[in-house]
């Protein structure tokens, strides 16, 4: 298929179409809105279904109840629509639903600004709602990995019986890039007729299903939560995705960086090598699970004095590479989060000081 | 001589949790004979609500949905928008619906969802113990309003019914109680009515039932008929506040 030029957002809304995804439900809020307005006019083109819920609060459950009749379903948001979704996202990992939540992060806490960010990474990564819980994170580098990115998500959702969240910031929503949809990307939805609230006729059953997540028993609950542990384990084996950049020959320091924040780190590093200083960059495609191991075994090579988390945030996912590098090297911070992002001359500049200390 | 009185298909046999002298088994009852009665239960999906009503899906033989507190009707609009085929109902009482819940039961009310909510009020909060509901009546003692409801500082209590008929979309609204047989049979009818403007498209439909909670009134079944009777039935008046056309 040719490639056409389109914003992050409208991608992002015509990738869950072409993913077999006929159902959205959303509120408005900058800077992602794009996404609704495509689908608001897009979804009827397909038969598709579109909602424009009186809240977060309660799009969350649109989403929880359509995701519980077996139904592949989205919606989109940025940050505090997605603080706001989070006592949903909850509900819907602990029920056990696949649902695909896309966060295009904007400045915050509170109501910020409207500016990229990454100031969302602990949100995605640890929780956001309570209880025991994980989402699947994906965090693309522009419109052409989130759109595969989305489309991905939706089997990754029924895989995994949960929700699945594409952690894109603001820029990523906002830009145009040339964009083409893969077929080889859609997989037909999975039979959903063991635990799906689809009605008993439609699955030709006696037996009723039920869609919940209380249980008052301990036991019970606790075998619930290691359910859902077993599937996080097992995403930690199978759906851990990252870019090895620049990392075949020696390299002085190691970039750790996603996003937008890791093309102008490639850009800075291809600048540094034409000036004969070699660095490296792990760049994480998957938040949770993490590349550990990757990051780990990069930074252990002999060459490498300096590891740098590079974040569009006050240092959050530095945690997780620290955590990665079980004290083998030291990890420093470089970021800002207001919305203004460092070009790569200001990326060279820093890692050829740390270098000289 | 044939059978003549039975459990209705759409109830299972699971003996329920609720309190002596409860009124949520007359609802349950009455709901599962429509979903019999329309021959539905095949295509019915309920969505519990938090309260004391939140295992009704062990209740009842149809499929269910669990909401968070307050969200059943976002959940309702969720199914009934993706699958408009199925029968969809949420189940929900005063503190769920008329407090935490009130945003979505109106906004899904006003788009005119093709749903029915099955609305139980009475007066307080029943599973957390007591506390005052926004439907508590004043002067009347919760848990959180030890010397009886103070308007004063909490307000008058809220009609849903009256509220929901302002909506200028076509809803059926109607209320109804479960105090006596006569009323009893009137909240049959309201609920097989609703069930019927569903299964036509035709419109959101709610019924509100004034339901007596013993335990948390702190009196007899039979007193708690007679109090819900003299103080409920005056504030919150029975009949049909909207029909759709």
């Known amino acids: 298929m040719a490639k056409v030029l389109m914003k992050g957002n409208e991608a992002i809304g015509e990738a869950a179409i072409r993913a077999g995804c006929l159902n959205y439900f959303a509120y408005p809020i900058t800077p992602q809105s794009e996404v609704a307005e495509y689908l608001a006019k897009r979804m009827p083109e397909v038969n598709g279904v579109f909602l424009q819920g009186e809240s977060e609060v309660a799009v969350g459950y649109m989403i929880f109840g359509a995701a519980a009749c077996g139904e592949r379903v989205m919606t989109t948001s940025s940050s505090p629509g997605v603080s706001l979704m989070s006592e949903a996202i909850s509900y819907i990992a602990g029920a056990r639903c696949p649902a695909v939540f896309v966060n295009i992060v904007r400045g915050g806490p509170g109501l910020g600004g409207i500016l990229p960010s990454q100031g969302d990474y602990f949100q995605a990564t640890k929780g956001g709602g309570h209880g025991d819980y994980h989402l699947l994170v994906m965090a693309p580098d522009g419109v052409q990995e989130a759109v595969e990115m989305t489309m991905m998500a939706f089997p990754l959702a029924e895989k995994y019986r949960g929700p699945v969240m594409i952690l894109g910031d603001g820029l990523i929503g906002q830009m145009m890039e040339p964009v083409e949809f893969p077929d080889n990307l859609y997989v037909p939805p999975s039979n959903k007729d063991d635990w799906a609230t689809n009605g008993m006729d439609k699955r030709g059953s006696t037996k009723k299903n039920i869609v919940k997540s209380l249980y008052l028993d301990p036991k019970v609950l606790n075998q619930n939560n290691l359910t859902l542990k077993a599937q996080y384990d097992q995403m930690k084996r199978e759906e851990i995705r990252f870019e090895a950049y620049n990392t075949d020959g020696d390299y002085q320091a190691l970039i750790v960086s996603y996003g937008t924040m890791s093309r102008v780190c490639k850009t800075a590093i291809d600048n540094m090598k034409a000036q004969g200083l070699e660095i490296g960059m792990i760049r994480p495609k998957t938040l949770f699970p993490f590349p550990e191991k990757a990051i780990h075994d990069a930074a252990s090579k002999e060459s490498c004095k300096r590891v740098v988390s590079i974040e569009m945030s006050m240092g959050q996912m530095i945690e997780d590479v620290e955590r990665s590098l079980k004290g083998k090297r030291e990890v420093t911070w470089f970021g800002q989060c207001g919305g203004d992002i460092y070009t790569p001359e200001e990326v060279a500049e820093h890692i050829i000081s740390l270098l000289k200390n | ?245």
Request: hydrophobic content about 40%; aromatic content about 8%; overall charge positive.
């Open chain 2, 1 to 245: 001589m044939g059978k003549t009185f039975s459990r209705p298909e759409a109830l299972s046999d699971n003996h329920t949790h609720y309190c002596p002298g409860c009124t949520h088994g007359i609802a349950h009852r009455l709901v599962a004979e429509v979903i019999d009665e329309l021959g539905i239960r095949g295509r019915t999906v309920g969505i519990a609500p938090v309260g004391c009503a939140v295992m009704a899906y062990n209740y009842f033989s149809c499929d269910f949905q669990e909401a968070a507190h307050g969200r059943a009707p976002a959940m309702a609009t969720g199914v009934k928008r993706v699958r408009p085929d199925l029968m969809v109902f949420t189940y929900q009482g005063d503190g769920d619906l008329a407090s935490i819940g009130m945003g979505e039961i109106i906004h899904a009310a006003n788009r005119g969802e093709k749903f029915t909510t099955i609305f139980i009020n009475n007066a307080i909060y029943g599973m957390t113990g007591g506390q005052m509901a926004p439907t508590t009546m004043p002067g009347q003692r919760a848990t959180t309003a030890p010397t009886g409801r103070n308007v004063e500082e909490t307000g008058m209590p809220i009609r849903m019914c009256e509220l929901l008929s302002t909506l200028a979309t076509p809803g059926y609204i109607a209320r109804q109680a479960l105090l006596r047989p006569k009323y009893i049979n009137k909240a049959k009818k309201a609920i097989l009515q609703a069930f019927e403007y569903q299964m036509a498209k035709k419109c959101f439909s709610f019924v509100e039932l004034v339901s007596t909670c013993p335990t948390n009134w702190g009196m007899t079944p039979l007193n708690s008929l007679k109090w819900a009777e003299d103080t409920l039935i005056p504030y919150y008046p029975l009949g049909e506040f909207k029909k759709p056309e």
